[in-house]
C-alpha cells in the first residue's frame, strides 16, 4: 500500500527554522513527483511545489519561491519541507501528496495519496 | 484569489442530486486533466475523481465528473449526511507550470 506518513504537530516562534517530513513506503520513491500543498486555518488548499526525489528537481510556485525549501532524502524515501525563519502567516496545515504516475508532474497526471497533514502554529 | 473558480457552497437535501462547477481556462483545465478532492471535517483531502472522469477504487458511482471546454462538473447523486464537506477541483497549468486548485465549495446536506 502507498503510504504518506508525515512528521508531528510543530509549534514555533516567529524567525525560528523548521524541518517538516513526508516518509513514504508502498511505491518507488525516486520516481514519483512529490506535491507540497498549504492549507491556511478555515481556508483552501494552495500548491506550494513539487519535487522529483530521483534528482531533486524542483518547481515552486512563484507565491512560496524563497519562502521554504524543498528537498528528498532517497536513503530513507522522505521528503522534507524547510524554513528558515518562519512568520506568523505560515501557520496552517501542511500536505504532502503523490502523483500518480511515475515520472509525470503536469497536466497528464493528478495527486492520488496524500499524507496526514502536519500542524505548524508559529506565534510569539 | 484562486486560479480556478469554484461556487463557494451549495446544498441539497439526502437523497437529492447536486452539482459543483469549476471554471478555468485554456491553460489549465482546456488542456490538462481535472481532479476532484473531497475534504470531509478534519481530515486530508482525498481524491474523488482523475483524469477528469475516472473514479479510483472503493469511490462509489454516486460521484461523477466531467469537462467540457475551459470548465469542469462534478455532479453527487443519492446526497448523505456523509457527503458534507469541502470539495475542490485540481489541475495544471501549463502557463503557470504550476499546480492549481479551486478555492472550494462547502457542500451541505440539508
Known amino acids: 500500500d502507498v503510504q504518506l506518513v508525515q512528521s508531528g504537530a510543530e509549534v514555533k516562534k516567529p524567525g525560528e527554522s523548521l524541518n517538516i517530513s513526508c516518509k513514504t513506503s508502498g511505491f518507488r520513491f525516486t520516481t514519483y513527483w512529490i506535491d507540497w500543498v498549504r492549507q491556511m486555518p478555515g481556508k483552501g488548499l494552495e500548491w506550494m511545489g513539487i519535487?522529483?526525489?530521483?534528482?531533486?528537481?524542483?518547481i515552486y510556485s512563484p507565491s512560496f519561491q524563497g519562502q521554504v525549501t524543498m528537498s528528498a532524502d532517497k536513503s530513507t524515501s522522505t521528503a522534507y519541507l524547510q524554513w528558515s525563519s518562519l512568520k506568523p502567516s505560515d501557520t496552517g496545515m501542511y500536505y504532502c501528496?503523490?502523483?500518480?504516475?511515475?515520472?509525470?508532474?503536469?497536466?497528464?497526471?493528478?495527486?492520488?495519496?496524500w499524507g496526514q497533514g502536519t500542524l505548524v502554529t508559529v506565534s510569539s | 484569489q484562486s486560479v480556478l473558480t469554484q461556487p463557494p457552497s451549495v446544498s441539497a437535501a439526502p437523497g437529492q442530486k447536486v452539482t459543483i462547477s469549476c471554471s478555468g481556462s485554456s491553460s489549465n483545465i482546456g488542456n490538462n486533466y481535472v481532479s476532484w478532492y473531497q475534504q470531509l471535517p478534519g481530515t486530508a483531502p482525498k481524491l474523488l475523481i482523475y483524469e477528469n472522469n475516472k473514479r479510483p477504487s472503493g469511490i462509489p458511482d454516486r460521484f461523477s465528473g466531467s469537462k467540457s471546454g475551459t470548465s469542469a462538473t462534478l455532479g453527487i447523486t443519492g446526497l448523505q449526511t456523509g457527503d458534507e464537506g469541502d470539495y475542490y477541483c485540481g489541475t495544471w497549468d501549463s502557463s503557470l507550470n504550476a499546480g492549481v486548485f479551486g478555492g472550494g465549495t462547502k457542500l451541505t446536506v440539508l
Open positions: 501528496a503523490r502523483r500518480d504516475r511515475p515520472y509525470c508532474r503536469g497536466g497528464y497526471c493528478q495527486v492520488d495519496s
Open positions: 519535487i522529483y526525489p530521483g534528482d531533486s528537481d524542483t
